[in-house]
């Protein structure tokens, strides 16, 4: 999040699943784009994207920086539930773990339980740090 989110939302980043190869590949591109960083920087950020991001896996997301429409996609929930997932993540200032999503009032729990690998509570502040 440091390093990746200076020229873009995460979101772009978050929207393929990739092998090392691939994952090593983008940073390369984006250190040639300007985005800078140590050795051990980049290799953190190639093993963290290969581990959670790896090919053609179930997409995920990161419940604290979504939209709506992500949420909906990735849980396979109506747009209506997402929206009132992301109302209360906002006014709670973004959820610590799965068990603050599920006081989200009238969404459905079984729902999210069912989804709960797709989710990222981890570094998530609710609106990527302003640098
Ligand atoms: C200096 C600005 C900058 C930084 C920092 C940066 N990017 Fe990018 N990134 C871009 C630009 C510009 C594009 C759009 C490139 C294009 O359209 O070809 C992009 C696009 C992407 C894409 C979309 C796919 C692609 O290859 O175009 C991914 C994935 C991505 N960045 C990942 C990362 C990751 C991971 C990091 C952290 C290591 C990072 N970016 C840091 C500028 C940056």
Redesign the pocket.
């Known amino acids: 999040m440091r390093?990746?989110?200076?020229?873009?939302s995460p979101n772009?980043?978050l929207?393929?699943g990739?092998t090392r190869l691939g994952?090593e590949?983008?940073?390369t591109?984006?250190?040639r784009?300007?985005?800078?960083?140590d050795d051990d920087?980049?290799s953190d950020?190639a093993d963290y994207?290969t581990k959670y991001f790896p090919p053609s896996e179930v997409q995920k997301v990161f419940v604290n920086m979504a939209t709506d429409k992500q949420i909906a996609a990735v849980l396979e929930i109506s747009l209506d539930d997402a929206k009132a997932i992301v109302a209360y993540r906002d006014k709670q200032q973004g959820f610590k773990s799965i068990d603050d999503m599920k006081l989200v009032p009238n969404v459905d729990v079984k729902k999210i339980d069912a989804k709960k690998d797709r989710l990222i509570f981890g570094a998530g502040s609710p609106k990527p740090p302003a640098s």
């Open positions: 390093l990746c989110v200076r020229c873009h772009i980043i929207a393929s990739q994952w590949n983008t940073i591109k984006m250190v784009m300007g985005a800078t960083g920087d980049f950020i994207l």
